[in-house]
């Protein structure tokens, strides 16, 4: 599998965003995804997760209420909808691919990375 992500630009706070990553491979249908981000200066954290069907979600508190995570594996993508941004919200979002059939917060167990998006949301 390899992943390809996409949407990342700036915004202002309270706008919203759509990140997409396109994922090569037959396997995609077969397995979970997650977003992650990095902010400047800071370590990576979990953002969101879903499960191979698209029907389990997982979400980081600070983003449970504001961001939607979802895929369509018609068309190998996997989304995260992002909306009432903060400007704390800035920072490179990665998607990535766990051999897992449920969602996952630990990035550890995440086996491929897309190349990251930037997302900046200006005050």
């Known amino acids: 599998v390899q992943l390809q992500a996409s949407g990342g630009g700036l915004v202002q706070a309270g706008g919203s965003l759509r990140l997409s990553c396109a994922a090569s491979g037959r396997t995609f249908s077969s397995y979970g995804m997650g977003w992650f981000r990095r902010a400047p200066g800071k370590e990576r954290e979990f953002v969101a997760a879903?499960?191979?069907?698209?029907?389990?979600?997982l979400y980081q508190d600070s983003v449970k209420d504001r961001f939607t995570v979802s895929r369509d594996n018609a068309k190998n993508t996997v989304y995260l909808q992002m909306n009432s941004l903060k400007p704390e919200d800035t920072a490179a979002y990665y998607c990535?691919?766990?051999?897992?059939?449920?969602?996952?917060?630990?990035?550890?167990?995440?086996?491929?990375w897309g190349q990251g998006t930037l997302v900046t949301v200006s005050s």
């Open positions: 879903i499960d191979k069907n698209g029907v389990s979600t």
């Open positions: 990535a691919h766990i051999r897992r059939f449920t969602p996952n917060r630990e990035a550890g167990l995440y086996d491929v």
